[in-house]
């Protein structure tokens, strides 16, 4: 499964480096700086027949801050596809308010954008992806999805068999066993994807009569490793940390090391450096990969597809047997960060 992963990858990579000069692409300016490489000027071939979507505008609209480095790929996969089928696309960044999100989507919409891709992490996001539909364009929810009406297509991680997957390989090794104190830090925990985690990991702690201990961490490293050393100093009880978030995993063996426990360490995403660091050498046990750069180029791929042929878009769980172990993360870490 690890090569299947590996040659999507690498058919991805592809793809990008032979679509990357932009035609009508609309971004901030800071996209564009060191912390998101520029892709490689190339020429490629348009995509013959159907409707001509020449400079048709699409919204990509992250919920997070700029700043946030896991979106690098994201946005790498996003460009690749507006690139290959000449779509303008913008990104927008709404600096984790409701009220930017919603703002930039409605803006969309009145500027008679062709289609609405958003993550979308809660009701007021969702809310305003009724207001897509409403308007009688496609909205798609990308990396995050909140359950509404509204939303029919998401293209990302499927958070609840994705937090029973990293247990459940726990549980397998022999790592988290019947009596254990499992400690889950997340980002953000009233979040859709922290709750489905929080599910899909209790899902199967529960066969073992143990339930994840959760706490908030924020999405900033260093707070997040302090709040982790101060709930760790209070539990020395711990027998295991299931890291719910990127963040949390990225501080996970620095916060453990600091109040002198060795514990197995699980969680989510490649996204920062200490978490490769970590796969490689042993002292996190295992991770899985949302796929960041195949959420960005297929979420744009498929308002394409619909705009050009009149292709229906569809769900696509892009977490699916993505865990990432020593054994296989040597060959994704020279992806990371503009395809991982």
């Known amino acids: ?6 040659k999507w990858g690498s058919a991805l990579g592809a793809i990008a480096a032979a679509t990357a ?4 692409l609309s971004v901030p300016s800071a996209v564009a700086s060191a912390a998101r490489p520029a892709l490689h000027k190339v020429s490629y071939a348009s995509i013959a027949g159907g409707y001509n979507i020449q ?8 919920y997070d801050p700029e700043s946030n480095s896991f979106f690098v790929p994201l946005e790498n996969g996003a460009k690749a596809a507006a690139q290959l089928f000449g779509l303008n696309l913008t990104i927008d960044f709404a600096d984790n308010s409701d009220s930017t999100a919603t703002s930039q ?16 992490p809660d009701a007021a996001v969702a809310n305003a992806a009724c207001a ?24 990302g991680q499927t958070e609840f068999s994705a937090g029973a997957e990293v247990a459940n390989y726990m549980v397998q090794k022999g790592l988290v066993k019947k009596g254990d104190h499992v400690f889950c830090p997340v980002e953000t925990p009233q979040e859709s994807y922290a709750i489905g985690r929080r599910a899909g990991v209790d899902s199967v702690l529960g066969k073992l009569g143990i339930t994840c201990d959760e ?40 916060a453990t090391h600091e109040v002198g426990l060795k514990i ?8 920062f450096p200490s978490i490769l660091t970590g796969l490689e050498n042993g002292s ?24 050009k042929y009149g292709v229906a878009p569809f769900n696509i769980n892009t977490s699916d047997n993505a865990l990432i172990t020593s054994k296989n993360v040597k060959s994704l870490a020279p992806l990371v960060p503009n395809y991982q």
Request: include cysteine.
């Open 105 to 120: 989507i409605k803006t969309a919409i009145a500027s008679h954008y062709a289609g609405v891709i958003a993550k979308t």
């Open 215 to 254: 706490l908030g961490t924020g999405d900033n490293q260093a707070p997040a490793k302090a709040t982790m050393v101060q709930y760790l100093l209070g539990h020395k009880n711990t027998n295991v940390l299931i890291a719910l978030g990127g963040t949390p995993l990225s501080e996970a063996v620095a």
């Open 284 to 307: 996190i046990t295992v991770s899985i990969n949302q796929e960041p750069y195949a959420q960005g180029f297929d979420s744009v791929q498929e308002i394409a597809l619909l705009l």
């Open 132 to 155: 897509v539909v409403k308007a009688g364009l496609p909205f798609i929810a990308v990396n995050q999805t909140y359950t509404s009406p509204c939303i029919s297509t998401y293209i």
């Open 21 to 24: 000069t932009a035609v009508g």
């Open 55 to 62: 400079g048709k505008k699409v919204l990509l609209d992250i």
């Open 1 to 6: 499964m690890v090569a299947r992963r590996m």
């Open 264 to 271: 197995p360490i699980g969680g989510f995403d490649l996204s």
